[in-house]
């Protein structure tokens, strides 16, 4: 699929649930700025696996065209050991690599990206095995994920220049394209 198939399709999975999936993006939003900013500091690394392996879930019904709840997006706090590994994992090697150099640590980010998506699909692997499969996933396709986000980067200026208003839908929108370029990649197709 091409970078403009692959936000079509993102844009058709959306729009069966529009308010609901923007509410859910928006809690997120809320969750984690909040709990980065307010006086407890890092709570926001405790919530921060559980919330991805919870939004992959959501992500994955609206790609079967199927409804989801609200509440589905906290259901990796019911696998919270793991969920919570992983994503303290996925930040701190992220951290570590950035410490480096930003762009080591950028391109850290696109190998680990697929890690929750991997997590929600395979709940018998554990945190350090399914950020093994993402960066061996990821081997070779770092680029055409970057150029994907770089699509985006009028939806991102704008963000910025609203505020962060756009993000709104310019998140949701973004993570749909996410999944849309996983399960490309999973069944072998590239950009």
């Known amino acids: 699929m091409s970078i403009e198939e692959i936000k079509q399709r993102a844009r058709e999975m959306m729009s069966s649930q529009m308010g609901n999936l923007i509410l859910v993006f928006l809690i997120y939003s809320l969750l984690i700025s909040g709990l980065s900013s307010l006086?407890?500091?890092?709570?926001?690394l405790v919530v921060y696996g559980p919330l991805n392996v919870g939004i992959a879930g959501i992500l994955f019904k609206l790609d079967r065209n199927e409804s989801f709840n609200l509440e589905e997006m906290f259901h990796g706090f019911s696998d919270f050991s793991r969920t919570l590994t992983a994503g303290l994992l996925v930040i701190l090697y992220s951290f570590l690599w950035g410490l480096l150099l930003i762009i080591p640590g950028i391109v850290a980010l696109f190998s680990y990206s697929m890690?929750?998506?991997?997590?929600?699909?395979?709940?018998?692997?554990?945190?350090?095995?399914?950020?093994?499969?993402?960066?061996?996933?990821?081997?070779?396709h770092k680029w055409e994920l970057f150029s994907l986000f770089m699509s985006f980067i009028g939806w991102w200026i704008l963000a910025i220049l609203s505020f962060g208003l756009v993000l709104i839908y310019a998140q949701p929108y973004y993570y749909c394209a996410l999944t849309v370029y996983y399960q490309n990649l999973k069944h072998g197709r590239n950009l």
């Open 39 to 44: 006086s407890i500091g890092l709570a926001w």
């Open 115 to 140: 890690t929750f998506f991997i997590m929600k699909e395979n709940p018998q692997m554990t945190a350090q095995d399914a950020i093994t499969a993402s960066k061996n996933m990821m081997m070779g």
